[in-house]
């Protein structure tokens, strides 16, 4: 499969038609339908925008925006130095830029975050009360979240028939389209380009992780067509294990998109594999697809007896868990691989995201939030959705009462312990069983392997048995009172 990109690149004659086309959860040329619309118009202007008005608990933490930052900076070497950068409110910003370039057409990815939507029918409208046509495509998702509904014309609210009945029954998710050949507006050097930002010590330690932008997702996918989807069905769950392909942050840019992934995995691997590989990916769908038709869930509950949830409020424990000091291993080594790598296998995810909603009966909220700002492949519905669905509060969510168990899920995924021995180094000496649940080792054995709890390793946090217990009663409490 082809790394490159290989569009045809040329510059604009004067009086060429203008095209501005607005990148944004698309940061790619390949199958970028909004973006093609933009090419067979004319000249194109391609602009970014750092966009200043995205209220605090839509926007994309420090890790993301990391990311975004170079692949800007790959962005603007596939389209030779031409992107421009603004930064500021795209009302105010776009019908400049229109005058400006004197632009015809206007094209963009649609984005699915509800500020986002409403802002974007607000300015498609004064934008064409300019004279402009405004092209929006979708380009982020395989299933538009519109065309998709029960035969009672009602959103669907659970997975299984959202996926089988609606998505499935539509019609087949576009094929892919190659990079349009782009006749480009030259930026002046007067105008703002892209600049490679000064970065963080944590930023460039990320950076010793990824390589960002369009050719590395597909080297990326490449990678993981040869060496992961075999197996991808029965090794997904397993973090030490190559199964997963760790394409979310691509996914997330729009650095590839779920079409290509779609279509890139047909035929490459048994028929349980590749059915189960796009299965996933209908629950990035899914989450969408709920966002869309149930904004207030960014906040609000998705079941609403869960407003009256006594969910509890203690910052130290909350910090505790963000840097990976619960006492419980595959707890701390999750959250220690999420500092470091900006990622977290899916596993682990649901694992301390329970851990969180249900031991320590933290806020959903107070955990989305510490994702948002630490995911290099956040997204508001993933994450939102994902949040409420572990909490036991989302959409075909796992029901509360099933509470994991950290300890088991650690032995029946991480079983040789190495996942644990690699983010919690001070457990490394442990024998196997006695990484999962150290305070269960003997003192002599923790002595040898050079463990002592509550000095180089803390003791548990809250006791898994009685913590578990808590939740339950809490569950029971409000199911009595609706
Ligand atoms: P693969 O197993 O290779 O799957 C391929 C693609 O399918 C993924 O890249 C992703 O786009 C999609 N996908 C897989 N599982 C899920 C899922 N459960 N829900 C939605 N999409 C899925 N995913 C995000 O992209 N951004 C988030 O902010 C995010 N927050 C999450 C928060 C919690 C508490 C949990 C439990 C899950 C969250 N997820 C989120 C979903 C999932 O964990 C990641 O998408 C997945 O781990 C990405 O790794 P991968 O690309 O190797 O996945």
Redesign the pocket.
Known sequence: MLTEITPMIAFASENAPVALHWFRNDLRLRDNPALTEAARFGAVVPVWIDDTTIPPNEAPGAAYRWWTRRSLVALDDALKGNLRFFRGDPSVLLPDLVRRYGVRRVTWTEAHEPCVRARDTLLATSLTELGVEVVRRNGSLLWNPETIAKPDGTPYRVFTPFFQKGCLAAPSPRTPLPAPDLTLIPRAASEPGVEPAPEAEWERKLGTQWTIGEAAAHTRLDA?LAN?LAG?ASG?DFPARP???????Y??HGEIS?NT?WYAVAGRASARDVAK?RT??A??E??HYLLVHFPQMVTEPFRPEFTAFPWEEDEALCRRWQRGETGIPIVDAAMRALWRTG????RL??V??SFLTKNLLLHWRV??AW??DT?V????A??V???Q??AGCGADAAPYFRIFNPVLQAEKFDPDGSFIATYLPELAKLPTPARFAPWTASEATREAAGLFLGKNYPQPIVSLVASRARALAAYARIKAST
Request: proline content about 4%; aromatic content about 22%; glycine content about 4%.
């Open positions: 993981f992961g991808y997904r199964h997963t392909s760790r394409l979310s942050p996914l997330a779920p992934l590989f996933e990916l629950w990035r899914f989450a990622y977290l296998h899916n995810r649901m301390v995201a955990g989305e994702f948002r995911l492949d956040y997204t508001l993933s994450n959705a994902s949040w669905w572990v």
